[in-house]
């Protein structure tokens, strides 16, 4: 009696990498229905479809949807390792898409309305105590202050979701070429090394991406933050530190 041979994934992707993604990633283990949206999402990985869902989860997660595309990057990196900087390149393209899309609503709405948004809900909510048009009104003059290196920090994390940092951007006023650089260098970067790794060491580089990279790219965010506040207060601290000296 001969046995068909199990169907082939037109991607490579098995449903072991599919457990191993869900198992990984932190916000699949926050709660069953985001369990069972990554099922739903990775699935898709398996078919054909698997490019036409990167873009997708890329696209969206820049705008509204809370899953980030990193699992099905990763998947459809390892199940076709000689794929990966295409992927790594299209989940770039789609994910900056999807972030000037919000960039330019909320430029539309405006900062004015935004914080009206959010003194409404202030006053319909003031039990919780959250006070959030003075928070959104300091977290708008921080981006404004930032700029370009804000947009950096934001484009290499995975754990915040991007499309914080692309609508505050529209409402805070920065200007659509400054945002789309700083979201095209450092999204691509953090893309581009994750399929970078995986065409080089295949699923020996998963364990480090789950491990490390989040940490590694956080790590770069810290530094810059820190280059960036060392050199706008470098006088301040350079006298702190002389009169401690000189003391």
């Known amino acids: 009696m001969t046995h068909k041979p199990e169907p082939v994934s037109p991607t490579g992707v098995t449903d072991e990498i599919i457990r191993e993604e869900i198992r990984a990633h932190w916000t699949a283990r926050l709660m ?17 479809y698997g490019g036409t869902a990167l873009a997708a989860v890329a696209f969206s997660e820049a705008v509204f949807f809370p899953m980030p595309a990193d699992p099905i990057l990763v998947a459809l990196c390892l199940g076709k390792p000689k794929r990966s900087y295409w992927y790594a390149v299209s989940c ?14 909320g430029a539309y709405i405006g900062e004015a309305r935004f ?25 708008l003059d921080q981006y404004r202050k930032w700029g370009f290196w804000a947009i950096a920090v934001g484009a290499l994390l995975s754990f915040v ?7 505050t951007a529209g ?17 691509k970067f953090r893309y581009v090394v994750i399929g970078a790794l995986i065409y080089v060491y295949g ?4 364990n480090f991406i789950d491990k490390y990279f989040n940490k590694i790219c956080a790590a770069i965010g810290g530094l810059l933050v820190l280059a960036l506040v060392l050199t706008k207060y470098r006088q301040a601290i350079w006298g702190f530190c002389s009169g401690l000296w000189g003391g």
């Open 203 to 206: 699923v020996r580089a998963r």
């Open 32 to 48: 069953r229905p985001v369990r069972r949206m990554y099922e739903w999402i990775l699935h898709w990985a398996e078919t054909k």
């Open 171 to 187: 409402f805070a006023g920065i200007p659509w070429y400054t945002f789309l650089i700083g979201t095209v260098v450092f999204r």
């Open 115 to 139: 914080l009206e948004a959010m003194a409404w809900l202030d006053g319909h909510a003031a039990w919780l105590g959250l006070h959030l048009e003075q928070n959104v009104h300091w977290a």
């Open 92 to 105: 770039t393209f789609w994910s900056t898409f999807g972030a000037m899309c919000s960039l330019f609503a």
């Open 161 to 167: 979701p991007y499309k914080f940092f692309s609508w």
